[in-house]
């Protein structure tokens, strides 16, 4: 079953699930189709796989440096009610799976014009209220996002999972991920500027990246909680 749908507008907007290659930018239409959203967004909840370390949300992605996504948000525009859909700082946000929304293929409205964008489903792994990862669960996750990614994409047969990325809020005083060692040791990881997700705009936004290792027993503790944990595969 493939995870790539479009999205009927004034041009047409690239779903891509766990943005696996490159989405084609769109312009800033007027409106997008909930029932091709609503496809694509599917896929996940149908997929019977492991999952439970994972979270799936709609991404409005700007195409263009520096565009804003803050205050935007996304609107299901029916016949008889609406729906406000606020976005993250990353342009995401949990999609709702209405039957009667479906039904009345109703459009889905940007508050504003960001210039070309793409929308897409986005997969990411889970965040823990208390900042506390364990090495362990997040490979896990990471397997889980690949068996995802895998069932719409053949092509994926050959990754492997390689680390994760954190991605924190631009105006986040304290970013940073130090790793705990079962001797009491910590490290703390070196912080870089890159795009949250593949295909994404790179915007600024502050990363750590952590790769895996060998088998020993370790925590990532995260002073202040990321807006994403991303699955990197290699």
């Known amino acids: 079953m493939p995870l790539a749908s479009h999205l009927t507008a004034c041009c047409t907007l690239s779903l ?17 189709s909930y029932r091709d959203a609503y496809r694509a967004m599917v896929v996940f909840e149908k997929y019977g796989g492991p999952k439970n370390f ?7 992605a700007p195409q263009d440096r520096g565009a804003s996504v803050d205050g935007l948000q996304l609107t299901l525009a029916g016949k008889t ?41 986005r997969v990411s792994i889970a965040l823990q209220p208390d900042g506390v ?15 995802f990614a895998r069932y719409g994409d053949g092509s ?23 790793v705990h060692r079962a001797d009491g040791s910590d ?10 997700f593949p295909g994404d705009a790179d915007d600024g936004f502050p990363t750590v990246l952590y790769r895996f290792g060998g088998n020993e027993r370790v925590q990532l503790v995260t002073a202040y909680p990321p807006l994403a944990i991303v699955p990197l595969f290699e």
């Open 16 to 32: 891509v699930a766990l943005s696996i290659g490159a989405a084609g930018p769109a312009c800033a239409s007027d409106w997008v």
């Open 54 to 60: 994972l979270q799936s949300q709609l991404q409005v």
């Open 81 to 121: 009610n609406q729906v406000n859909l606020p976005l993250d700082p990353l342009g995401r946000t949990p999609f709702p799976l209405l039957k009667g929304a479906y039904d009345e293929n109703v459009a889905l409205l940007l508050s504003r014009k960001i210039g070309s964008f793409a929308v897409r489903p």
């Open 133 to 147: 990862y364990e090495d362990g669960e997040l490979r896990a996750a990471c397997e889980q996002a690949l068996g």
């Open 156 to 178: 994926l047969r050959s990754r492997q999972c390689g680390g994760v990325r954190f991605v924190f809020a631009k105006r986040t005083l304290d970013v940073g991920v130090r």
């Open 187 to 196: 490290a703390s990881l070196p912080v870089t500027s890159a795009s949250p």
